[in-house]
Every structure is written in C-alpha cells, then in structure tokens.
C-alpha cells in the first residue's frame, strides 16, 4: 500500500473488515462498499482477498488475526495509509461442535484462540490507534451460543461468551474516548455454499 494521509474532515470513513473473506465478513464489506466509504478487507487467504478485492474494489491485507504483532502491523499501516480508522469489525471465528468429553486440548487452545485471542488482539490495536484519531467504533462477532445453552457448544459457547464480555469491559473502558464497543451475536446463519 502507498502511504499518504487523508484529511478526516473531507475524506470517506475508513472501515476494516478482519475476517472479511468469510460469509458474514464478506457481506460486510458489500454492504459498507454500497455506503460509499473506503474498505479494508483483512483475512488469511490471498486467493479469496483478491477475488473480493476485484468485485468490491475494496483494499485489502493478508492477516492472520490469531497473531498479535500481525495485527498491530495490519492496523499501523491502514492509519499509515489513510491517515485513521473509522470502524473496525471482526469477524474472524470458528465452529467446533462437540461435547467437552470429546474435545481435545488442541481443539480446544484452537477455539479460543480462532475466536477470542484474534477479537482481543483486533480491540487492543483499534483502540490503540482510535484514541488517537478521535474515536471510532468496533464491532465484534459473538454468538447466540454464548447466551443461550446449546448442546456439543461448550468450547465455542465459553469462546464466544468472553467476547461478550470483552466487548462490554471494553465499551465501559473507551466510552470517554468516543470509541464505542459493540457486539452482535448471529445464530444460524445462511452462507453461500463456498463458505
């Protein structure tokens, strides 16, 4: 990405979209496109990125979300580049579903750091740069599993439930700093057979 920095008075907003090739990531980014605004689309997979890249016209970054100095790095140079950023939502996540007496340490470690770690590490480096642009919003992807006694969810149930509380701490913590916190937790949700 070329460096340059946009007047925040006179420029669209600037959104990120982490996990912005999955189902509910990638009709994010549509949807943010359709309000004329400047789309960051960050994911693992280059393929899929480019491939949303030509379609929405969005910019977009290799990013695993699961690695902290990888997303600090993805957030400097989205500031570095458009000067700040407006919004932020992650959508990075996974889906195990199994009762605990089946589900391995390594599923385990794996579920909470695909889902909790990355919506830990993609708050901490928004707000970081928010606070010093003037404030923001975050959206962070739950689950209905986390509100709601699902069979074969516990990992995933405890992985989402701490987004949850994640995001509340964070919006009483950044209130002040006009950064607002919020969380939305889907239930089933329809998604293209590529997904």
């Not at 890249?53 to 100095?69: F, K, P, Q, R, Y």
């Not at 957030?75 to 195990?96: A, H, K, P, T």
């Not at 990992?155 to 949850?164: Q, T």
Request: with cysteine; net charge positive; charged share 20%.
């Amino acid at each position: 990405m070329s460096s340059f920095v946009a007047d925040k008075d006179s420029s669209p907003p600037v959104y990120v979209v982490v996990g912005g090739t999955g189902g509910i990531g990638s009709e994010v980014c549509r949807r943010l496109c359709d309000k004329k605004t400047r789309v960051v689309a960050a994911s693992r997979d280059q393929e899929k990125l480019s491939n949303l890249a030509t379609v929405l016209g969005v910019d977009h970054l290799v990013l695993d979300a699961t690695i902290s100095e990888q997303v600090k790095q993805c957030v400097d140079q989205i500031v570095e580049r458009y000067g700040r950023i407006d919004g932020v939502v992650n959508c990075v996540g996974s889906l195990l579903l199994k009762p605990a007496h089946l589900t391995s340490d390594k599923e385990w470690d794996a579920t909470i750091t695909n889902n909790l770690h990355s919506a830990f590490y993609v708050l901490r480096s928004a707000v970081s740069a928010m606070m010093k642009t003037g404030g923001g919003s975050i959206v962070l992807i739950s689950s209905a599993a986390a509100r709601v006694g699902m069979a074969n969810h516990e990992a995933i149930g405890a992985a989402k439930a701490g987004i949850i509380g994640l995001a509340l701490s964070a919006a009483a913590t950044y209130a002040s700093k006009n950064i607002r916190v919020n969380i939305i937790a889907p239930g089933l949700v329809d998604l293209p057979p590529s997904n």
